[in-house]
Nanobody
Framework: QVQLVESGGGSVQAGGSLRLSCAAS?????TAWFRRPPGGEREIVAA????????FYAAFVKGRFTVARDNAKNTFSLQMNSLALEDTADYYC??????????????????WGQGTQVTVSS
């Protein structure tokens, strides 16, 4: 059982940046970031394969976010720039054991971080 511990998040003004990090207790397959806006459903933000050769970003990212991972350290991150009010949400890191991105459904990722709140204000 892999455990994920998130760090980062917080409050920022629109146009600002935040970096979220996730540390795992062991090796990971596909790593992903999800978010749940206030009153909304959990949605995919981005996913990255173990070799970093397969990458997915949700349409709303629009080139503002960047995912990365360090397999040697079992860590991965989400750099968020040009944050907008609509990016306000609880953000979650997640992972599975796969070698390629096969799903973007949150219920199909077995490992989850505790979540961190991101609040963007005007």
């Amino acid at each position: 059982q892999v455990q994920l511990v998130e760090s980062g998040g917080g409050s920022v003004q629109a146009g600002g940046s935040l970096r979220l990090s996730c540390a795992a207790s062991g090796p990971l397959g596909v790593t992903a970031w999800f978010r749940r806006p206030p009153g909304g459903e959990r949605e995919i933000v981005a996913a990255l394969s173990p070799s970093s050769d397969s990458l997915f970003y949700a349409a709303f990212v629009k080139g503002r976010f960047t995912v990365a991972r360090d397999n040697a350290k079992n860590t991965f991150s989400l750099q968020m720039n040009s944050l907008a009010l609509e990016d306000t949400a609880d953000y979650y890191c997640a992972a599975d054991t796969g070698t390629t991105i096969r799903t973007l459904r949150p219920d199909e990722y077995p490992y989850w971080g505790q979540g961190t709140q991101v609040t963007v204000s005007s």
